[in-house]
């Protein structure tokens, strides 16, 4: 046995570098073995310890199971809008049946990569230059299917394919580029429009707070201002009442009417005193100075109009079964002192 594994070289995936048959092989794991007997298929040894017949059985074919990946050389190819790209990939095969993969196709490795390139090619030629970018996963899915689909026959099923670099014309690039530069200058000038927007939207909203706020503090304030003339009249008016009633009673006792009298004189003389003071143009009457004269015109109106006033008193009152005695001389030589 020692010298059966000395003597056998390395297996390899294909053709070269078959081992010898003497008569007990141990067969590697994941590999399988292709046996023939007098030129005819005989059977696949699987891992492990296998005897053959030497001389009638020959190894024929050694089928790695382990999954293969496969270098796809660079290819041109022509997209739907007439772009030539450079497209380079990798494929990841796996032998299912080792029978079909050695006697279905001469060369499995190169089959397969021819038809992954064609099937690139056609699939290519399918879709524009911005689709080819954006759809590279089902670009990669549809190569799968075809390969898979033609290489049944094959024993063989393929994984994945991947598209490793997608060369792209230089004037093509440079336009895609360009092209790139204007979507981002229109999405910036369109970001920077809809900040502008917003922030006037933002303003006019301030404003228009600002002004019902400012409304509705004006309206309060005129509110409160009007309760506070409405309080200040009414204070006013109170006041100016019990004023008038304490000089009702002041004038209904004696001597009351010199009172008045003195105070009408006072505030004529003050009157007259502050003429001239804030404009040159002044109209007097004709008796400005006859002072006794302006106090008993004063006094003759304020008779008048307290006269209607004594009338009905007197009326209430109830009536005397005496006579009122006459005024005495030195009662009315007292109301023409106080006249005077």
């Known amino acids: 046995l020692k010298c059966a594994a000395r003597l056998a070289p390395a297996p390899c995936r294909w053709n070269s570098g078959l081992p010898v048959n003497i008569g007990v092989l141990f067969v590697p794991q994941q590999e399988a073995w292709v046996v023939e007997r007098m030129g005819k298929f005989h059977r696949i040894l699987e891992p492990g310890l296998n005897f053959l017949i030497p001389l009638l059985d020959r190894i024929r074919y050694v089928q790695s199971l382990k999954e293969i990946v496969i270098n796809v050389p660079e290819q041109s190819a022509v997209t739907l809008d007439n772009v030539t790209l450079q497209i380079d990939g990798v494929l990841y095969l796996r032998v299912m049946d080792p029978y079909k993969a050695s006697y279905g196709v001469e060369d499995p490795e190169y089959a397969v990569t021819q038809l992954a390139q064609t099937t690139m090619r056609s699939e ?50 440079e336009s895609m580029q360009m092209q ?35 409304s509705e503090a004006e309206k309060a304030e005129q509110i409160n201002k009007a309760a506070g003339e409405a309080n200040a009249m009414l204070v006013k008016a109170r006041a100016k009442a019990e004023a008038i009633q304490l000089l009702a009673a002041a004038l209904s006792q004696q001597h009351g009417s010199a009172a008045a009298s003195l105070s009408v004189a006072e505030q004529y003389v003050n009157a007259f005193s502050k003429l001239a003071k804030d404009s040159n143009t002044v109209l007097l009457p004709a008796n400005t100075g006859d002072v006794t004269n302006m106090v008993a015109q004063a006094l003759g109106i304020y008779t008048t109009l307290t006269k209607p006033q004594a009338v009905k008193t007197q009326n209430e009152m109830p009536s005397a079964h005496e006579d009122p005695q006459p005024p005495t001389t030195e009662m009315l030589k007292a109301e023409q002192g106080s006249s005077s």
Request: net charge positive; charged share 35%; proline share 2%.
């Open 180 to 214: 790139v530069e204007a979507e981002r200058r229109k999405r910036a000038t369109v970001l920077e429009s809809e900040g502008t927007r917003e922030s006037a939207i933002n303003v006019a909203e301030g404003q228009k707070q600002a002004q019902i706020l400012a």
């Open 124 to 173: 290519l030629g399918k879709l524009s230059l911005d689709r080819v970018f954006r759809e590279r996963e089902s670009l990669n899915a549809s190569i799968v299917d075809a390969i898979n689909q033609a290489s049944d026959c094959w024993g063989i099923r393929c994984l994945r394919y991947e598209i490793k670099d997608i060369h792209v014309p230089p004037r093509v690039k």
